[in-house]
């Protein structure tokens, strides 16, 4: 689809940068929570889980609000290979962002561990209880992990590149909503 503008929407924007956070807050919780075993363990645990579904439920509306109002034309003297690329990255994040949390409430199912969003909500099962299974999830859901923080990682580069080296106003159309040009 077409955007109908040179900038992201408020609504756009707010769901980026929300997500943004997010994602880089669970990257750590994450992180975190299976490098200590300590009391902290448990309290991560129930921070990672209910943020995980929260993510899952932005995504499902950025997606909506992105084929409804489709995004801003990238700069017309843009090389191929980079079009190429940020379209490709794009759909990675999108992918990862649906796939992680999906994975992991997959795993925790697997695993036979109740998913508590929070007091008296839980979750049900999406997948039969199984310990292969939950153990082969566990690896996916790690190395995944991985790939969505290289991922999160070039997309921020190329973020700066676009404001930092080519100024052609990329990152302004997501964080301030300025028209590109």
Do not use: C, N
């Amino acid at each position: 689809m077409k955007h109908p503008d040179q900038h992201f929407s408020v609504l756009q924007r707010l769901l980026h940068w929300s997500m943004a956070v997010l994602i880089v807050a669970m990257l750590f919780v994450g992180v975190g929570m299976v490098s200590t075993v300590s009391r902290l363990h448990e309290s991560l645990l129930a921070l990672h889980r209910p943020l995980g579904i929260a993510l899952l439920a932005l995504v499902i509306v950025r997606l909506a609000v992105r084929f409804k109002r489709g995004a801003p034309p990238l700069p017309a003297d843009l090389p191929v290979w980079q079009r190429v690329s940020a379209h490709a990255s794009h759909v990675a994040l999108y992918a990862l962002m649906i796939a992680m949390p999906l994975i992991g409430w997959s795993m925790l199912s697997a695993g036979g561990y109740p998913i508590v969003l929070f007091d008296g909500v839980h979750l049900p099962p999406v997948a039969p209880h199984d310990v292969t299974l939950y153990a082969w999830l566990r690896a996916a859901h790690t190395w995944l992990a991985m790939v969505l923080y290289a991922t999160v990682l070039l997309h921020l580069g190329a973020a700066l590149f676009h404001a930092l080296i080519r100024r052609d106003g990329v990152l302004a159309s997501m964080a301030r909503g300025r028209a590109r040009g």
